[in-house]
T-cell receptor, first 118, second 112 residues
Framework: AQKITQTQPGMFVQEKEAVTLDCTYDTSDPSYGLFWYKQPSSGEMIFLIYQGSYDQQNATEGRYSLNFQKARKSANLVISASQLGDSAMYFCAMREAPRQGGSEKLVFGKGTKLTVNP | EPEVTQTPSHQVTQMGQEVILRCVPI?????FYWYRQILGQKVEFLVSFYNNEISEKSEIFDDQFSVERPDGSNFTLKIRSTKLEDSAMYFC??????????FGPGTRLTVT
């Protein structure tokens, strides 16, 4: 079963508009973390924002905010005032509490390709 | 700002050859990871490393793969006998705290 589901293979947005990228997750652990990464065409993975399962407030980092709905198991990324430089792949990832002998590895979704139009 | 570095940025090798991918994690980080991303696909976990030993590995990380931290700064991934399907972007990541996991810029491995 998919642990992280990103249902939008591609999204388009006009410059200066806001856009929401969807992410749903599946876990039975009470302690987990959710991450969003940006991957431009150059290939590097850029950390954007983090939300812990026990955090009371939605995470925000500049133009990025995370719409965390725990009961629905969703962690959507909202980008406000889109810029041309926001065009990239965006990956949602989850870190679960490690099992015995395990580690805090990240499990990624398949990504959403965002295109910002001028 | 400290960052994870990886060398080389691009490696081309022939099938059957050994390759070593190098990473320098952020200096005060204690947990190190390798991930792989086949072109156009999602990022997949390979292995995690803590306290000089592997803490977890995925099904992908078979006997052809090994990791090492030969000194206080480098963290290496070795593929003993490369296959065509090993062609991918390989990312190193490191973390000191559970709410951060910083990735290096990646090494693009092409096996011909």
């Amino acid at each position: 079963a998919q642990k992280i589901t990103q249902t939008q293979p591609g999204m388009f947005v006009q410059e200066k508009e806001a856009v929401t990228l969807d992410c749903t997750y599946d876990t039975s652990d009470p302690s987990y973390g959710l991450f969003w990464y940006k991957q431009p065409s150059s290939g590097e993975m850029i950390f954007l924002i983090y939300q812990g399962s026990y955090d009371q407030q939605n995470a925000t980092e500049g133009r990025y905010s995370l719409n965390f709905q725990k009961a629905r198991k969703s962690a959507n990324l909202v980008i406000s005032a889109s810029q041309l430089g926001d065009s990239a792949m965006y990956f949602c990832a989850m870190r679960e509490a490690p099992r015995q002998g395990g580690s805090e590895k990240l499990v990624f979704g398949k990504g959403t390709k965002l295109t910002v139009n001028p | 700002e400290p960052e994870v570095t990886q060398t080389p940025s691009h490696q081309v090798t022939q099938m059957g050859q050994e390759v070593i991918l190098r990473c320098v994690p952020i200096s005060n980080h204690l947990y190190f990871y390798w991930y792989r991303q086949i072109l156009g696909q999602k990022v997949e976990f390979l292995v995690s490393f803590y306290n000089n030993e592997i803490s977890e590995k995925s099904e992908i990380f078979d006997d052809q793969f090994s990791v090492e931290r030969p000194d206080g700064s480098n963290f290496t991934l070795k593929i003993r006998s490369t296959k065509l399907e090993d062609s991918a972007m390989y990312f190193c990541a490191s973390t000191a705290r559970p709410y951060e996991q910083y990735f290096g810029p990646g090494t693009r491995l092409t096996v011909t």
